[in-house]
């Protein structure tokens, strides 16, 4: 199976600040890759797919970008409404999920 | 307008079989290219996903669970089914079942999650 590593495992950012998540596959998935939003007894909800779509209804301040096995998820302008946990997902493979980052105001 | 929810147990004991219900309107399993999946959620595992069952019957597992892995549905009742045979207390996680985005397999829609417990 492909793993996905994720970084950093937790991540403390003021309002207004730029953050940026990293995903690596163990191989190549081909730009196959999901990144997921999950507050607090939530489920998750999609932000990008393809690696760099963002989904209908996302801000615009969330981007995703990467190829071969490095991807990363960009938030401008970190808004209060942003802390959560972020996951990454790979589907180039059978579905396997990055052990997430959960992101915090300073 | 798509919507998914999750009805199971709430807990149950080792070696029992869990059976799970997704319960879903806004699309229809006999469509072409439609999908239902199963993915959990673990403080130990994280975020695993179990199967997918698509419009066409076609079932997929993951590889480590699929000798104890069994999904199905229901079309005329917009219904999909998971059994995880042999339960065990590493199996206690909140079990979602989500809508793959058409001829894909990331998730643009999830219910809101049920909660499994395995304790003797």
């Known amino acids: 199976d492909i793993q996905m590593t994720q970084s950093p495992a937790s991540l403390s950012a003021s309002l207004g600040e730029t953050v940026t998540i990293e995903c690596r596959a163990s191989e190549d998935i081909y730009n196959g890759l999901a990144w997921y939003q999950q507050k607090p007894g939530k489920s998750p909800q999609l932000l990008i797919y393809?690696?760099?779509s963002l989904h209908t209804g996302v801000p615009s301040r969330f981007s995703g970008s990467g190829s071969g096995t490095q991807y990363s998820l960009k938030i401008n302008s970190l808004q209060s409404e942003d802390v959560a946990s972020y996951f990454c997902?790979?589907?180039?493979?059978?579905?396997?999920f990055g052990g997430g980052t959960k992101l915090e105001l300073k | 307008q798509v919507t998914l929810k999750e009805s199971g147990p709430g807990i149950l004991q080792p070696s029992q079989t869990l059976s799970l219900t997704c319960s879903f309107s806004g699309f229809s399993l006999s469509t072409y290219g439609m999908c239902v999946g199963w993915i959990r959620q673990s403080s130990g595992k994280g975020l695993e996903w179990l199967a997918n069952?698509?419009?066409?019957?076609?079932?997929y597992y993951n590889p480590s669970l699929k000798n104890r892995l069994t999904i199905s549905k229901d079309t005329s009742n917009n219904q999909a089914f998971l059994k995880i045979t042999n339960m065990d207390t590493a199996d206690t996680a909140t079990y979602y079942c989500?809508?793959?985005?058409?001829?894909?397999?990331?998730?643009?829609?999830w219910g809101q999650g049920v909660m499994v417990t395995v304790s003797s």
């Open positions: 997902q790979q589907y180039y493979n059978y579905p396997t």
């Open positions: 069952i698509w419009w066409n019957d076609d079932k």
């Open positions: 393809n690696a760099n």
């Open positions: 989500a809508r793959p985005s058409q001829g894909s397999d990331y998730f643009d829609y």
